[in-house]
C-alpha cells in the first residue's frame, strides 16, 4: 500500500489555501477580520475545498482528522464533518463514497472505497463544518498516482452567499448546489459562503474585485437583515467588481426561501432585479438575473427544505438544474474576456 497526504504531490488542493500555521483559508485574513468576527471564524473551515488526483487503484482508503465536531441543529454528520468522494470528471463523475466519524465524540474517520478498474481523477470534497487538519489517502501497491487531468475551467467560479452557498443544509460537501453544478461543468470553483455572515460589506467586495474567476456569483439576499441593507449594499457591491473587471460575467441570485413572508421578498428581489436592470441599461451584456422563487416550482417547500428555509439534497439538486444552464451561457460568453494581471487566490 502507498499512503499520500492532501499535501504531498501529486495531489493538488483546490478551492481552498493553507496559511503560515497550516489552517485551511478561503480568503486573506486580514479581509476576513476586516469584515466581522462570524466571516473571521468561518474563514477557517474548507468549505468548498476539494484535493483531487489520478489513480487507477480498484481502492482507495480515506482517512481525515478535524479540529472539533459539534452536532449542528440542521446538517447531519455526513454534511457537517464527512467528506465525499467522486470519481471521473463532469457530468461523467460518479459517486464513490464518503467517510464520516461514527459519533460526535470522534474527530478521526476512515473509509476504504471501491473505484473500480481505471485511471481516473478522483476528487475528495473537504468537510464543510470542522477545521480540517489532516487527510490522507492509501493506494494499493503497484497503482499508479498522478496529477489529477486539469479542470476544463481552470479559472474558478466565484460563489458568495450565505449558509445556503456555503452548503446548509445538504447530506453530504458534494450536494451542495455549488459543488454539483461545478461538477457537472468540470470547473474549478471557491466558495464565499458564510452562515450568518454576508451582508455585501465594502472589504468582502474589495477583495472579490481583484480575484482571478470566470463567473461571478452573487447569492447573498438570504443574509441581508433587511430590504434596506440590501438596498444599501447590493448595488455597491456588484459596482465595485464591475469597476474592476468591466467584461466578467456576473450572475445575481435571489433567496429560495420566498414564500416564507411573499410581500417582503418580492421588495428584495425587486432590490436585485434592479440591479440587473440598471446594469443592462447601461450597456452592460455581461449580468445574468436568477430568481429564487423558481428554484422549486412544482414541489412541495416541506420536501425540498430542512425546515422550510435551507435546501435539503432535493432542494440543492432543483437549484443546479436552475443555475447550471445560466452558468453554462455565461461560461460560454466570458471565455476570452480573462484578461488583466488579477490576484490569484489559489498562489
Known amino acids: 500500500m502507498k499512503t499520500f497526504r492532501f499535501c504531498d504531490a501529486p495531489v493538488r488542493l483546490f478551492g481552498v489555501r493553507r496559511n503560515a500555521e497550516g489552517r485551511f483559508i478561503r480568503l486573506d485574513e486580514e479581509v476576513a477580520a476586516a469584515t466581522s468576527e462570524l466571516v473571521r471564524e468561518r474563514n477557517y473551515l474548507a468549505v468548498g475545498g476539494r484535493v483531487r488526483f489520478k489513480t487507477d487503484s480498484p481502492t482507495l482508503t480515506v482517512r481525515y482528522t478535524i479540529a472539533s465536531n459539534r452536532a449542528d441543529w440542521a446538517i447531519p454528520l455526513p454534511g457537517s464533518a464527512g467528506v465525499d468522494v467522486y470519481a471521473g470528471t463532469g457530468e461523467a463523475s460518479r459517486w464513490v463514497g464518503y467517510a464520516v466519524p461514527y459519533n460526535y465524540t470522534d474527530l478521526t474517520a476512515e473509509n476504504r472505497l471501491f473505484k473500480g478498474e481505471g485511471l481516473e481523477t478522483v476528487t475528495i470534497n473537504l468537510p464543510r463544518n470542522e477545521p480540517l487538519l489532516d487527510l490522507t489517502v492509501t493506494v494499493e501497491d503497484g497503482a499508479e498516482f498522478l496529477e489529477p487531468d486539469e479542470y476544463t475551467y481552470k479559472t474558478p467560479i466565484v460563489f458568495y452567499g450565505s449558509s445556503i452557498t456555503e ?6 460537501p458534494g450536494n451542495a448546489y455549488t459543488s454539483m453544478v461545478s461538477r457537472a461543468l468540470d470547473s474549478d470553483y471557491i466558495n464565499l459562503g458564510f452562515s450568518g455572515g454576508a451582508h455585501g460589506e465594502q472589504p468582502i467586495a474589495e477583495y472579490i474585485s481583484r480575484l482571478k474567476m470566470s463567473v461571478f456569483v452573487m447569492d447573498y439576499d438570504h443574509n441581508a437583515n433587511d430590504a434596506d441593507e440590501l438596498e444599501r449594499t447590493h448595488e455597491r457591491f456588484f459596482k465595485t467588481v464591475r469597476a ?20 417582503a421578498n418580492s421588495v428584495r428581489r425587486d432590490i436585485i432585479r434592479r440591479t440587473y436592470e440598471n446594469a443592462l441599461a447601461a450597456g452592460d451584456r455581461n449580468v445574468w438575473f436568477i430568481d429564487g422563487e423558481s428554484y422549486f416550482e412544482g414541489y412541495d417547500r416541506g420536501i425540498c427544505t430542512v425546515e422550510g428555509l435551507h435546501p435539503n439534497d432535493l432542494g440543492f439538486m432543483l437549484m443546479a438544474k436552475k443555475v447550471l444552464p445560466v452558468l453554462r451561457e455565461a461560461l460560454a460568453k466570458g471565455c476570452g474576456n480573462l484578461n488583466g494581471v488579477l490576484y490569484d487566490a489559489a498562489r
Open 167 to 172: 452548503g446548509g443544509c445538504a447530506t453530504a
Open 244 to 263: 474592476a473587471q468591466p467584461e466578467l460575467p456576473v450572475i445575481f441570485m435571489t433567496k429560495p426561501d420566498f414564500t416564507g413572508d411573499p410581500a
